[in-house]
Structures are given as structure tokens and as C-alpha cells.
């Protein structure tokens, strides 16, 4: 079992930025491809970055590509999502996931474990 915590959730105005992160328990957590993935009420979950167990391997929704970036320290058993350039758009409760293995996927049932979402609201 592995039990993901998201945090870095909030209010901010359009142009800015945050950064999520996503704790994991487990320290075979550098064995876990990670995703993040973002729903709005009413819209099913989207996929929004993942990455690969080793970092090395990455993937963006088209829509925050060269703004977001996803990035993962297996020291720390956690990864980030910077999000940078935000505009209104990007509202939604955000999920981290993992995934019990190496290789990322972009399908939210592959993944294998999920955070309890973290709010980011941007205001225009």
C-alpha cells in the first residue's frame, strides 16, 4: 500500500505560479512511475504530466506544455509539479498518482494508488 499526500494547492491570480508536491510512505517509491492529473466538476480526470520511476522519461498534457514541469526526488519519496504561466483554465482539483511500475503511463487506471487532491484555483 502506498498512501500519497498532495500539497502546494491554492489561490493564485493569472501569470503565476505554484508547485505541488506529492509525499509517498513507501520508500520503494523510486520503483513507481508517478502522474498528475487534474478534474473540474462536472469533467472527467485528465492527465496533466507523469513521469517514469527514474525521472528519466516525462509527458505533458499539450495544454501546459513549457509551462508546467514535473520532477521527482526518489530521495525524498516525493514528486513536484511546478506550474508556472497559470490562467484560469487551469482551476481543478489536482491528483498525484502512482503507478507499481517503471514505465509512465497517461491512463488514469493504470495507476495503482491516488492522493486525495489538492484545490488550485486561478483568478483572471
Known amino acids: 500500500q502506498v498512501q500519497l499526500v498532495e500539497s502546494g494547492g491554492g489561490l493564485v491570480q493569472a501569470g503565476g505560479s505554484l508547485r505541488l508536491s506529492c509525499a509517498a510512505s513507501?520508500?520503494?517509491?523510486?520503483?513507481?512511475?508517478m502522474g498528475w492529473f487534474r478534474q473540474v466538476p462536472g469533467k472527467e480526470r485528465d492527465i496533466v504530466a507523469a513521469i517514469s520511476w527514474s525521472g528519466g522519461v516525462t509527458y505533458y498534457a499539450d495544454s501546459v506544455k513549457g509551462r508546467f514541469t514535473i520532477s521527482r526526488d526518489n530521495n525524498k519519496n516525493t514528486v513536484y509539479l511546478q506550474m508556472n504561466s497559470l490562467n484560469p483554465e487551469d482551476t481543478a482539483v489536482y491528483y498525484c498518482?502512482?503507478?507499481?511500475?517503471?514505465?509512465?503511463?497517461?491512463?488514469?487506471?493504470?495507476?495503482?494508488?491516488w492522493g486525495q487532491g489538492t484545490q488550485v484555483t486561478v483568478s483572471s
Open positions: 498518482a502512482a503507478r507499481n511500475a517503471v514505465v509512465l503511463t497517461t491512463v488514469d487506471k493504470e495507476y495503482d494508488y
Open positions: 513507501r520508500r520503494t517509491f523510486s520503483r513507481y512511475a
